[in-house]
């Protein structure tokens, strides 16, 4: 998200970690680091674009897609699937969102409830809860879909 601070780390798994890895940007060379890492200290949507690194004597990695969004909500779901019976509680979040603020969650793009301190919670959840979520914040945007799964 735009203000956010990132880290790019180059890592080869044969050598030792000390080694000067050269970042770029869309096929441009950004900064060669002694470090093996470029940081940025607050992104913004300048910086998208495809990124890789290089190490000497090691080839190349692959290209990594960094998107930066600006004043855009996201959504925190559990990372890992939650039991049926368990509670599952839905976040929104931003730099525009204060956690007292009223936030809509939609699964499968059909409204299931609004949360006035920006989050849900799903008590009891049942398989027929799994699905894609998202959230939706006045002046503070909609977030990408998250999935939530269920086991």
Sequence with gaps: ??????????????TSSNLTADFYKDGVLMRSSAAAQMNIHSVFKAHEGRYKCSISGSGGSAESWMMVRADSAILDVPVLPV???DAATLRCRGR????????????????????????MTIRNVSKSDEGFYKCRVSGGGESPRRHLAVT
């Design 1 to 14: 998200m735009e203000g956010d601070a990132v880290t790019l780390r180059c890592r080869n798994r044969t």
């Design 83 to 85: 039991m049926e019976g």
């Design 96 to 119: 525009m969102i204060s956690s007292d603020f009223k936030a809509d969650f939609f699964k499968d793009d059909v409204f299931v409830g609004s949360g006035f301190t920006a989050e």
